[in-house]
């Protein structure tokens, strides 16, 4: 049995071993290359996202539908390198991000692509700060991060139901509803509806809008308070309780507040 697992170690590696071996270390690895290619794909992530928001805002052209394209193809690489990467790729295909990412795929590389498309497209936000290991490497390598990770998590939650909602928005009115001429007006409702402001000027006739606007009204108020009390709420630090496991402390504290046990947490509030 030794020998047979000799062999099988020593056996030559085919060069597409090789290749899904440098992607799992590339993905799962805690090497200086990994984290520039973590930190290469957020920033991808940030700008694909605001290409993909901007132009929810802007007629369709050549330009744009040429720029479609090219994210499509790059949004296509990336996640053909995830799974090759991965070690159980039906773990990935149960993920949520990636079948958002399937649906913006599809969207950006359709041949009938148009502004119509852009709910799918906007489906890319669930992307944003959704990766662990991005996360992960942010936490250690970022002391802004570390101090206002609930805050952006806050503020990225918010922002992610407000432009999903705002394509769901559009895509159900647009050419129905007077109110809804563009990606603009649908965005306003959104706003309008969540903050429980109401002026309107705008409103979703039909059961199906008036449920549209209820989760709008429940979730939205709901990400929108959360965001509130992170903000108005004694900052939090995270560091893990030696006794208890307790993770969230007052910046402060020298004591765990569930165990009595002594912390020592550093300066800057690092884990």
């Excluded at 799974?83 to 795929?105: H, M, P």
Aim: glycine share 8%; charged share 15%.
């Amino acid at each position: 049995m030794t020998a047979l697992g000799v062999q099988a170690e020593g056996a030559p590696r085919t060069p597409l071993s090789r290749f899904r071996a440098s992607l799992r270390h590339l993905y799962g690895g805690r090497s200086a290359n990994s984290r520039v290619f973590f930190y290469a794909l957020l920033a991808f992530d940030l700008a694909s996202l605001l290409f993909i928001i901007i132009t929810s805002f802007l007629p369709r052209n050549r330009l744009i539908g040429a720029l479609d394209v090219t994210f499509g193809i790059a949004f296509l690489a990336e996640l053909l390198m995830r799974l090759a990467g991965s070690r159980q790729v039906s773990r990935e295909l149960l993920r949520v991000t990636t079948w958002t990412d399937v649906a913006a795929i599809v969207s950006l590389l359709a041949a009938t692509a148009s502004e119509a498309a852009g709910f799918l497209r906007v489906l890319r936000t669930f992307r944003l700060l959704r990766t662990f290991r991005v996360v992960q490497c942010l936490r250690e390598d970022s002391v802004f991060f570390r101090r206002n990770e609930e805050l952006l998590f806050a503020i990225t939650n918010l922002s992610v139901f407000i432009f999903v909602m705002t394509g769901v928005v559009y895509e159900t009115q647009r050419g129905v509803n007077p109110g809804i001429k563009n990606y603009a007006d649908a965005l306003y409702f959104t706003v309008t509806a969540l903050t429980t402001t109401g002026f309107g000027d705008i409103t979703l006739p039909g059961t199906a809008g008036r449920m549209i606007t209820v989760v709008i009204m429940i979730f939205g108020v709901t990400l929108f308070l959360n965001l509130a009390k992170v903000l108005f709420s004694p900052t939090k630090v995270r560091f893990k309780c030696p006794s208890c496991g307790l993770f969230r402390h007052d910046i402060d504290a020298v004591h765990c507040k569930a165990c009595g046990t002594i912390l020592n947490i550093p300066d800057e509030g690092a884990v």
